[in-house]
């Protein structure tokens, strides 16, 4: 089992920029190594959730919604469990709650059984 917590979102303006993170831990004595790729999810309210980024366990490979593709940048550092999704030029719909995700596939079709609690990101115009 892993614990992820996100942090980073708040209140920007159209064009600002953020950057969030989530830290993970493992919360049992599991020895599985944490290999997970990990993703961002985001849900806005009344909206379904949907797939933002996902990235391999190494980093190497990245994978991104249309939506925010050249927009966005998801990195990890595996040294210090944490996933980051770097976000530029924000737009009003981007206003969601960014939940990150262990588990996740790279197509972002499928999320994994991890979840952080969420973090709100509000774009005002």
């Known amino acids: 089992q892993v614990q992820l917590v996100e942090s980073g979102g708040g209140l920007v303006q159209a064009g600002g920029s953020l950057r969030l993170s989530c830290a993970a831990s493992?919360?049992?004595?599991?020895?599985?190594?944490?290999?997970?790729?990990m993703g961002w999810f985001r849900q806005a309210p009344g909206k379904e959730r949907e797939f933002v980024a996902s990235?391999?366990?190494?980093?190497?490979?990245?994978n991104y919604a249309d939506s925010v593709k050249g927009r966005f940048a998801i990195s990890r550092d595996n040294a210090k469990k944490s996933v980051y999704l770097q976000m530029n030029s924000l737009k009003p719909e981007d206003t969601a709650v960014y939940y990150c995700?262990?588990?996740?596939?790279?197509?972002?079709?499928?999320?994994?059984?991890?979840w952080g609690q969420g973090t709100q990101v509000t774009v005002s115009s």
């Open positions: 995700n262990a588990g996740t596939s790279m197509s972002g079709n499928y999320a994994g059984a991890y």
């Open positions: 493992k919360r049992t004595s599991s020895s599985t190594s944490y290999n997970y790729i």
């Open positions: 990235i391999s366990w190494s980093g190497e490979r990245t």
